[in-house]
């Protein structure tokens, strides 16, 4: 009897437990080896319901939410050293802030987020502006010799990448880091034109997303972790499946060999 055809969305895992911790760390080993790379300004299509790559928006139609007080302090206190010649809409935040009321959370309370202005986030640069289009809050920190994601809502560096938590009746956790999914978005997921993480168009970068992403994992998970991680995800004898977006593109010749490779060692 042959064997069955794989699913479409066909991921491989790696787990092991925390030496420190009652928590089981969970990775998508096949999303973390993959080659994706943000590809703002460079084809990113956004998040509207159909495809505007020309708008340059990228995440940033709707604004950013922040995950919490602390979250919120941080970018307060990065967006007092940003300066005209960063952000376009300079003048808009200085006389009314950047933040506004947002939609209500998971336990109907009330959360805070990024003000819009001309339907994009107020820190979004559109093209044209001389200080150079995308975040400001990210060229501000450029400028300054720093790291864009010590600036910048917590959302905003994470995605695509989302650690989950989950914890059993004995209290033991599970911490899962993943590719985020259109789902994750919400209902309104379903109405986006595009989505990155499941175009081949995204799948250009020149090293493993593990590699590329280090600095944002290890904020996520800490330097210690991701070193374990880190160390499987490079195993030279584990033969990866690919990513589901670039699966066509490889061919399913492919999963095939990696499948009879597992199998023979």
Known sequence: ?????????????????????HRTWVFDA?????????????????????????????????????????????????????????????????KKGFTKQGDLDSDGEPTIATRLVDD??????????DGGVGCALHIAAVDAGERPLDWKPQVCWQVPLRLEHSEDESGHVT???????????GEGGDDFGWWCTEEPDAFIGKEPLYISAKDDIIELVGAGIYATMA?????????????????????????ADAEGTRRAT
């Open 1 to 21: 009897m042959s064997a069955p055809p794989p699913p479409d969305d066909l991921h491989e895992w790696i787990s092991f437990e925390d030496p420190d911790e």
């Open 30 to 94: 096949t999303y973390l080896r993959s080659n994706y790379m943000c590809i703002y300004g460079c084809g990113c299509k956004g998040i509207l319901d159909e495809p505007a790559p020309e708008l340059q928006q990228g995440c940033c139609s709707y604004g950013a939410h922040f995950v919490d007080a602390d979250d919120l302090k941080n970018v307060e206190a990065h967006a007092e050293r940003v300066r005209p010649e960063h952000m376009q809409f300079f003048s808009k935040m200085a």
């Open 120 to 129: 994009a986030c107020i820190f979004l640069n559109r093209p044209g502006f």
């Open 175 to 185: 911490s899962r880091l993943r590719e985020w999914k259109r789902r994750d978005w």
């Open 231 to 255: 160390a499987q995800l490079a195993r030279t004898e584990w033969v990866p499946l690919p990513h589901p977006a670039v699966k066509s593109t490889v061919g399913r010749s492919h999963v």
